[in-house]
């Protein structure tokens, strides 16, 4: 696989997959530009070495068809702004050969949004699975698909993956399209080399006591990434919601706290994998609980096997706490998914907030700290810590499955 940083695109056609899925509001204004900032170094890169640039991103789920709300249009004026330099637009992302032949050194074509081809994702749509000529239709679409991805290919002499946020997916442009370059022709952006290595750091070049923490809602959702974890770590912190399907499973009484009733077993079969491994399983003991679901409600500290009827654990308790901050601040790795409590409100955020306060002192002691996926991204954000821990990712689902240990096909096809 070639190297952006020694790679010179003079004279070359790049063409980039970023992910500009960036948030709009009503009036297609940005409310986060996070992920364009985010791709500007490899953008820049490009350009300043007297390359020109082919964009190319979706936005939303138009599921193959073209919408006006999604279309990247509205972002070419911001696009423009951060790169310094004008765009030019392609309105329709298949058709733009023209368009390509035509950019000079340093000029920048932005096309339209991927996904109102339903090629982009290669899934047939209008037609159910259970239908028989489903399968068929698959076959028809993959053809299609790679048909897509070389009309693409075509525009560019170079290929650069930089949407770390749909490295887990097949589709035409972050995976499919790298077959129609050669080797040396292909490679991940800045974003995605971080990213990558930030995962490696994690699961390869671990620097021990390594502790991850493990909260939001659900015990169900991060089975895969619990069980690759028990291979690796020192300490494993379950909190937020799927604490109390711990505390049921064991006979705790959990009043009426989030509890997935079917999972009873998979919680006791954690906690015996835990101790197979000589892992120290870390699941907290007190909560604070709420006699409604919202900011206002009134509040109690239980023990989490002895929440009373109409109460609910909505954030770890402060004996919890002192556990948690025992195992992260020696830590010297620490991964962080998923949120202690119910964070939005700010009367239940301050297990989270404990929770990011120590990582942040543990960074500060020479800890690498990776953050990663959806809502712990959201609480360090929302405590202003961002910057203090060693690595927030950018990337949801892709971060996950990376944590899990599968190979991301956006990574694996600029590699092969
Ligand atoms: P997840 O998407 O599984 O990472 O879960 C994140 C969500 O879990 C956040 O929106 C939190 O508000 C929610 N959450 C965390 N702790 C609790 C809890 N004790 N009860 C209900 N929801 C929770």
């Known amino acids: 696989?070639?190297?952006?940083?020694?790679?010179?695109?003079?004279?070359?056609?790049?063409?980039?997959?970023?992910?500009?899925?960036?948030?709009?509001?009503?009036?297609?204004?940005?409310?986060?530009?996070?992920?364009?900032?985010?791709?500007?170094?490899?953008?820049?890169?490009?350009?300043?070495?007297?390359?020109?640039?082919?964009?190319?991103?979706?936005?939303?789920?138009?599921k193959g068809k073209v919408n006006p709300k999604l279309s990247l249009s509205q972002i070419k004026d911001a696009v423009a702004k951060a790169l310094g330099t004008d765009v030019k637009f392609a309105p329709d992302c298949a058709k733009a050969s023209e368009a390509a032949a035509e950019l000079k050194?340093?000029?920048?074509?932005?096309?339209?949004?991927?996904?109102?081809?339903?090629?982009?994702?290669?899934?047939?749509?209008?037609?159910?699975?259970?239908?028989?000529?489903?399968?068929?239709?698959?076959k028809a679409?993959?053809?299609?698909?790679?048909?897509?991805?070389?009309?693409?290919?075509?525009?560019?002499?170079?290929?650069?993956?930089?949407?770390?946020?749909?490295?887990?997916?097949?589709?035409?442009?972050?995976?499919?399209?790298?077959?129609?370059?050669?080797?040396?022709?292909?490679?991940?952006?800045y974003l995605m080399e971080k990213e990558v290595n930030a995962?490696?750091?994690?699961?390869?070049?671990?620097?021990?006591?390594f502790t991850a923490i493990m909260g939001g809602s659900k015990v169900s959702t991060k089975i895969g990434i619990i069980e690759n974890l028990m291979d690796k770590v020192d300490n494993l912190i379950l909190?937020?919601?799927?604490?109390?399907?711990?505390?049921?499973?064991?006979?705790?009484?959990?009043?009426?706290?989030?509890?997935?009733?079917?999972?009873?077993?998979?919680?006791?079969?954690?906690?015996?994998?835990?101790?197979?491994?000589?892992?120290?399983?870390?699941?907290?003991?007190d909560c604070v609980a709420a006699d409604a679901f919202s900011n206002d409600a009134n509040t109690q500290i239980c023990q989490n096997n002895n929440i009373p009827d109409g109460w609910e654990g909505v954030d770890a308790g402060p004996d919890s706490v002192i556990a948690f901050r025992d195992v992260i601040v020696p830590a010297k790795t620490i991964l962080w998914n998923g949120p202690a409590g119910v964070f939005e409100f700010d009367n239940f955020a301050k297990g989270s907030k404990a929770i990011?306060?120590?990582?942040?002192?543990?960074?500060?002691?020479?800890?690498?700290?990776?953050?990663?996926?959806?809502?712990?991204?959201?609480?360090?954000?929302?405590?202003?810590?961002?910057?203090?821990v060693s690595y927030v990712s950018t990337g949801g689902g892709a971060l996950l499955e990376a944590i899990e240990g599968k190979t991301l096909p956006g990574v694996a096809a600029v590699a092969e």
Request: aromatic share 6%.
């Open 239 to 285: 909190c937020g919601g799927m604490t109390y399907t711990f505390a049921k499973a064991q006979g705790g009484k959990i009043g009426d706290s989030i509890c997935e009733n079917d999972k009873l077993d998979l919680a006791l079969n954690i906690i015996k994998m835990a101790k197979e491994k000589n892992v120290n399983l870390v699941l907290g003991t």
């Open 1 to 62: 696989m070639a190297k952006i940083e020694d790679f010179n695109f003079n004279g070359k056609k790049a063409i980039v997959r970023v992910d500009f899925n960036v948030p709009l509001d009503e009036n297609g204004n940005i409310t986060d530009d996070t992920r364009i900032r985010g791709a500007l170094p490899t953008l820049k890169k490009i350009l300043a070495d007297g390359g020109s640039l082919i964009i190319m991103s979706h936005m939303g789920k138009p």
């Open 141 to 189: 679409m993959k053809e299609a698909q790679k048909d897509f991805a070389k009309t693409l290919a075509s525009y560019a002499d170079v290929y650069v993956n930089d949407a770390f946020g749909t490295a887990h997916r097949r589709h035409a442009s972050t995976a499919v399209i790298a077959d129609y370059f050669d080797k040396q022709d292909k490679m991940l952006g």
């Open 199 to 209: 995962v490696d750091n994690i699961l390869k070049n671990i620097q021990r006591p």
């Open 356 to 388: 990011a306060d120590a990582i942040v002192e543990a960074t500060a002691n020479g800890a690498f700290s990776l953050v990663g996926g959806g809502d712990s991204v959201a609480c360090v954000n929302k405590f202003g810590l961002a910057d203090k």
């Open 105 to 138: 050194p340093g000029e920048v074509l932005l096309l339209e949004n991927l996904r109102f081809y339903p090629e982009e994702e290669g899934k047939p749509v209008g037609i159910d699975k259970n239908d028989p000529a489903y399968d068929d239709a698959k």
